[in-house]
T-cell receptor, first 113, second 115 residues
């Protein structure tokens, strides 16, 4: 079974700092990997989706990379802002089997003004 | 545009009671999903549907039933609630298979406590 791990569980940074969130997965036979944002008491919002054939995706200040062979993905946030404070989750879609995304437990990010 | 709407948002049940969570989407999506989110566990798929009239089991289906009588609605039922079903439940939908480059949209969650 695919296992998805996100370390650290929580991270605090001062405003303006660049930061990297990490995601690792145990089975490299993935279809794609997604990064989500979750605000307290809210649902998940998709930020970036990387297909297994891609190495990275960018959206504004966000850049996600994928190294399938090593089972790792990173989410880079440039020039962090207090509005970036949220929990960030990664999820991988396996190549076969049921329609399922395997989620990590998330990294709770706090950007301090 | 409402997207994915879940009702109710909060509910407290006694052990053994039954209830139904309703999910509605207005994006004409074929695929709908029910997840539960527990501390330290991540989101886990309970049941999903690939179209009107179809349902399938996910990773943790025991104790739950679902129905998809209309394309826009996906109902999650608990026939006899147990404290282990205390969780936050998320409904989601997508146009086609997740992973085919299509975004999955989530509702805002339903907080269920079973005492």
């Amino acid at each position: 079974k695919q296992e998805v791990t996100q370390i650290p569980a929580a991270l605090s940074v001062p405003e303006g700092e660049n930061l990297v969130l990490n995601c690792s997965f145990t089975d490299s036979a993935i279809y794609n990997l997604q990064w989500f944002r979750q605000d307290p008491g809210k649902g998940l919002t998709s930020l970036l989706l990387i297909q297994s054939s891609q190495r990275e995706q960018t959206s504004g200040r966000l850049n996600a990379s994928l190294d399938k062979s090593s089972g790792r993905s990173t989410l880079y946030i440039a020039a962090s802002q207090p509005g970036d404070s949220a929990t960030y989750l990664c999820a991988v879609k396996v190549q076969t089997g049921a329609n399922n995304l395997f989620f990590g437990t998330g990294t709770r990010l706090t950007v301090i003004p | 545009n409402a997207g994915v709407t879940q009702t109710p948002k909060f509910r407290v049940l006694k052990t053994g009671q039954s209830m139904t969570l309703l999910c509605a989407q207005d994006m004409n999506h074929e695929y709908m999903y029910w997840y539960r989110q527990d501390p330290g566990m991540g989101l886990r798929l309970i049941h999903y549907s690939v179209g009107e009239g179809t349902t399938a089991k996910g990773e943790v289906p025991d104790g739950y039933n679902v129905s998809r009588l209309k394309k826009q609605n996906f109902l999650l039922g608990l026939e006899s609630a147990a404290p282990s079903q205390t969780s936050v439940y998320f409904c989601a939908s997508s146009y086609s298979r997740t992973g085919a480059g299509n975004t999955i949209y989530f509702g805002e969650g339903s907080w269920l406590t079973v005492v």
